[in-house]
């Protein structure tokens, strides 16, 4: 069932969003060579839980034992944070967090460039970052499912990266995983209609290489076969009559209107 939030429940979703913003803002200078990934999961459980009653949605969920999912290079999501794993000059980051809030959730990723990179892992990030912003702003009442995941194709459409299929974007709310699944694949007009209400983790994984992915024997890193580069970006988005409400943004432009 697709469960509808009300403006004031879009503005607690956002207050969570807030602190994900703000946590990345923070992380963009700690994100260097050098730096383990353990280390930056403890920053950010400790940066999450100094705002009062925000608690890490993922730590626990579904068993997973960090804050913060942080896939390096050709990982594309669900990395395990540790200490083992030490940053280096050109790797690409993908962090993956949840926030519950007043029992809320959001949900958001970025991946962040260590140093310089090679120029197609560089691209691979702008495209990346792109479709998710032709991809939130299909998402518009009276709009389908399909018009978001076509969006994304568009994006990547003549730059030879492939989308991963086998992972979606979801709805969210009360959980971290709601209905509908959002594809980053789709025909315009096809699947769910959009409503305003509903509250959408959009969410495009793109790699240089293959879309085929496999899940290594910690029975979570999620790779590509390839194991060449992969990047994510993730909003969460409220479908609204004035259009698509960013909810994990460090300024939400609706509640700073209101
Ligand atoms: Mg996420
Ligand atoms: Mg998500």
């Known amino acids: 069932m697709i469960e509808l ?29 050098g730096v383990s990934t353990g280390e930056l999961d403890r920053f950010a459980e400790e940066f999450i839980r100094s705002h009062e009653g925000a608690e890490p949605a993922f730590k626990g969920l579904y068993g997973f034992p960090g804050s913060i ?30 926030v519950r809030l007043d029992g809320w959730c959001s949900d958001s990723a970025w991946t962040f460039p ?15 970052e792109e479709a998710l912003e032709r991809a939130i702003a299909a998402a518009r009442p009276g709009k389908h499912v399909g018009d978001i995941g076509h969006a994304v194709e568009e994006a990547v459409r003549g730059t030879g990266f492939a989308i991963i299929r086998d992972l979606v974007g979801h709805g969210i709310g009360r959980k971290v995983h709601e209905e ?3 594809p980053n694949r789709g025909k315009p007009g096809s699947g769910p209609v959009l409503e305003a209400g509903l509250v959408l983790a959009i969410e495009p994984m793109i ?15 999620v790779t590509t076969t390839d194991r060449r580069p ?3 970006f993730e909003h969460t988005v409220g479908v609204t009559e004035e259009g698509p409400r960013i909810l994990t943004a460090l300024r939400d432009p609706v509640a700073s209107a209101t």
Not at 9 to 29: C, K
Not at 114 to 128: D, I, K, Q, S, Y
Not at 209 to 219: C, E, F, H, Q
């Open 180 to 182: 509908p699944q959002v």
């Open 114 to 128: 260590v140093g310089e990179l090679a120029p197609a892992t560089a691209r691979l990030l702008e495209v990346t």
């Open 207 to 221: 790699a240089v290489g293959t879309w085929r992915i496999r899940t290594l024997s910690d029975r979570w890193t």
């Open 69 to 98: 999912c942080a896939s390096v290079n050709e990982e594309v999501v669900h990395g395990i944070p540790s200490d083992e794993r030490v940053l280096k000059e050109g790797d690409i980051l993908s962090l993956d967090t949840g």
């Open 230 to 232: 992969s990047a994510h």
């Open 5 to 33: 939030k009300t403006g004031e429940e879009m503005d607690r979703i956002a207050r969570g969003g807030a602190i994900i913003a703000a946590l990345y803002r923070e992380m963009e200078q700690r994100i260097q060579a």
